[in-house]
């Protein structure tokens, strides 16, 4: 007798006993702690805290080890949990003009006030294997460390901006900022929401857009102005005290690409600035992002949109990589009632199409 | 391959053939060569490999270099004019690990001169290469980014879509043309890009006695200028081409020829100004120096 194919509870246990099982991996070898997937994989620890939009190194550590090392799975489970969390008043802006600098470099100038700090970076390394690294050895030596010098580095952005080359951005005011993670997209979507979902938006996803508008699907003529990266302080103004309190630093990275604006009548050619901020060091996160940024401003500077880098809706609707794998992975739950009436229909088509056929051949002989 | 056994320098990595690549690639990457030498100005495709330098960093130069350079050459290695800029460092340093040739940062006395956006100032002589890593070879791209589209428009020699284009800046901007990166004509026949390259810089391509090559890794094309072949800058008759560089005289070697990098020395509007070609402005001073 035939017995319907039932969901399974035993299925289902017996399937995650198994995923964690090859989580944990051969049990002969040591397991990997939170605390080592922080230090030592730094930056897929970055990743998943700015995709996940959550700054906690140790979460993000533990959705890694959780997702068997699947950023996108472990940016999900950081999502999800930081959606349990009460919410404080938005920061104060931060301020990245003092950050406390590790890297800082800038392509259009060589040189320039506070100058070129190369910082940690595989920036001019050669990508050969390094086999010595297989084996488990001393810990590198640290470089020599020189004093810090003090002296102020200026945003390059704000000394272009000094000689009125730059296009200025319009003054902000005092109303709250527009929260993506609480409000749905308007379109065409205003900048400050724009930058929220590039910022927790997928690495690949916009680095393959920023990539296309490099290669004339967008018409981009980018230079890297500044890339810094390093701790900048996050101040909350609670209402009760009146006054910015700081709640710590955390690490960002931060791009302003300029380019190159034809102008119009009423405003001078200049330069405009496609601006990158991403969670810890992300530096391709943050290049893609200004780059991306720059090319959905297209609209706004009554430029041509003809790149998908410049349409609102395929870019924003399309960067968040939680929602572009639910709904990809959803092909694989079962769509068997939809795919009945697909295979009647198919049926009763192809059924005609086979008597118009014969009424053709028979009306030839 | 026996010949690479004896061109292996002594104090290089033995892991490595010589000059990186296996001597079957550097074979095919010289044929290229040859058929770009013999059609000035136009792309040829080629089997471009990983190399262990990160894609749009001169992956194209380095496998250019690689394929021609010989135990006795002389190389230089420039970006942005200046042989000590980092990533000439990097890449000076590749070949001498895998290649262990004799390198310099002077000129003249350079066989090969692999670069990025610059053209030395003095002048380049018979028997010289040039080696230019090259991001975009299409010079159309940012007007018709379809590759097959663009290669139709070079068969047909119908470039009016880059004339239309410098038409349209001169009539909205008052002059003509891109900066850098300004498309030539070579050989009365191709129109090239000239790679990222100053404006000022495209003079010294026309008629030039060094031999000149473009490689562009990820896009996997090669092109060539051959010695003394016509290049011209895109123009009209009535606005001619014209090189741009910052006017003032090198606060290092007092320069008024030269092209200049801006140097930002405060945050109150302060600027100075030096040769961007390093070796070029070490001659100059000495020269200055025994002359006082």
Redesign the interface.
Known sequence: MYVAVKGGDAAIAAAHAWLAEQRRGDTALPELSAAQVAEQLGLAVDRVMAEGSCHDRELAALAIKQARGDLIEAAFLLRAYRNTLTRFPAAEPVDTGAMRVRRRISAT?????GGQV?GPTF??T???LDFALLAEGEAPTPPEESEATGA?M?R?S??LA??GLMRREPPGDDAPPPDLTRDPLPFPAPRALRLQSLARGDEGFLLGLGYST????G?AHPFVAELRMGEVEVLITPPELGFPISLGEITVTECQMVNQF?GQADTP?QFTRGYGLSLGHSERKAMAMALVDRALMARDLGEEVTAPAQDHEFVLLHADNVEATGFVEHLKLPHHVDFQSELEKLRSIRARWEAARNGVAEAAE | MTASAHMQAPDTDPGYNFAYLDEATKRMIRRTLLKAIAIPGHQIPFGAREMPLPYGWGTGGIQVTASILGPDDTLKVIDQGADDTTNAVSIRRFFHRVAGVRTTTRTAEATIIQTRHRIPERPLTEGQVMVFQVPMPEPLFKLEPRLAETRRLHALGDYSLAQVKLYEDIARQGEGGSSYSHPVMVNHRYLMSPSPIPGFDNPKLHMSPALMLFGAGREKKIYAVPPYTSVVSLDFDDHPFRPVRAPHACAACGSTTSYLDEIVTDDRGGRMFVCSDTDHCAENQMARKAAE
């Open positions: 100038y060589k040189d320039m006030p190369l920036d001019y050669h990508r050969l102020p200026p390059v704000d000394i000094q000689e490099q290669r004339g699907y018409n034809a050619p």
